[in-house]
Each structure stands twice: as structure tokens, then as C-alpha cells.
């Protein structure tokens, strides 16, 4: 009798293991299991809401300690990460997103950092027809270590090595507008 009361506790963590590591799609790397940034993407964009945020951010771009932000390394170029969140986003009904760049992108030179010309050209084209906001890089930072102590936030690293390259996105209700919610608010006076 025993010796099955301490076979049980051990079988349930067994199963229990197997359906946590089974529910998750996984690629082997070395010796560590890690989520694709796509996998993780499409498991959170079903539950993401407004005020949940996706950050897609260059390779220097620290990893934060709030609890709220989940940061995933990519290993792939800024623009195709960029392209598929957008899509992604974009594709979703629920969201809409609200697109913040750092300030100081705009006051990086060529010649302080080579490329930077073509990539603010492509990021311009790439957020054409979208409100992009401007805001310092420290009120960002700030901002997401705010808002994570409440809502999620994914973050995916990127492999561009370009200063101030950051893409902050906010998500906004894809199906209520900010003047609705105006208009609702005005009639409840």
C-alpha cells in the first residue's frame, strides 16, 4: 500500500509534464527548449487585449524584470519579424494597434551609425497609413515597466544592431473606436 501512495503523486507529475510540454510547440536548441517567436506570438494574440502590448526591439534592447513582459530572442532580421507581427495584428479582429517609436530615431545620423538612413526609410514605409507617435526612449521603458505590472506584454528581439529601432505597439479595441467610446461616455452624463 505503500509503495503505490508514493507511485501516484509521482504518475500525476509525470502526466503532468507531459501535457505541459505537449500543449507547447517547441524547437531543440542545444540542450535548452525554446519557443519559436511566431509559436509564441499566435498563443498570445487570441488572449491580447487593449492595453496588452507587442514590442518588436533591436538585439541591444535590454530584457526587463517586470512581470508582466515576456521577452522572446528571434534570430531574425527586424523587418520580416516586423512584417509578420504586423500582419498578424492586422489580421485580428479584436486589436488594433497604436505604433510609438523612440524620439531620438530621428536625431541618429548616418554617420554615427551606417544604415540608419534606410532602415527610418523603411520603417516609414512600412507604418505608411498608421498614426506613429514619437516619444523619448526612457518614457517607453517606463511606460512598459507601468503597464506590465497589470497586462501582458511580448516582446521579440530582433538581430538589427541599429540605435533607437524599436517598434512599441499598444493594442487598442480593433472593433470600438475612441470617438464610440466618447460618444457612450457624453451619453451617460
Known amino acids: 500500500m505503500l509503495r503505490k501512495q508514493r507511485a501516484f503523486p509521482v504518475a500525476i507529475f509525470a502526466c503532468l509534464g507531459f501535457f505541459l510540454t505537449a500543449c507547447e510547440p517547441v524547437e531543440k536548441e542545444g540542450k535548452e527548449t525554446v519557443i519559436s517567436w511566431e509559436a509564441k506570438l499566435g498563443q498570445e494574440l487570441p488572449a491580447f487585449g487593449h492595453r496588452n ?74 507604418l505608411t497609413g498608421r498614426t506613429v507617435t514619437a516619444i523619448p526612449h526612457e518614457e517607453l521603458i517606463t511606460r512598459l515597466d507601468q503597464v506590465a505590472k497589470t497586462f501582458r506584454i511580448l516582446m521579440i528581439k530582433t538581430t538589427l544592431t541599429l540605435p533607437y529601432t524599436s517598434v512599441f505597439m499598444e493594442l487598442d479595441c480593433g472593433y470600438w473606436t475612441p470617438e464610440a467610446e466618447a460618444k457612450m461616455r457624453e451619453s451617460m452624463k
Open 53 to 126: 502590448w507587442i514590442v518588436i526591439v533591436d538585439s541591444a534592447y535590454p530584457a526587463q524584470v517586470s512581470p508582466g513582459i515576456n521577452l522572446v530572442v528571434s534570430g531574425e532580421d527586424h523587418f520580416s519579424v516586423l512584417e509578420k507581427v504586423l500582419k498578424a495584428v492586422d489580421g485580428s479582429k479584436q486589436i488594433s494597434p497604436r505604433v510609438f517609436l523612440d524620439k531620438e530615431l530621428a536625431s541618429v545620423t548616418e554617420d554615427l551609425a551606417p544604415g540608419i538612413e534606410a532602415c527610418r526609410t523603411r520603417l516609414g514605409t512600412m
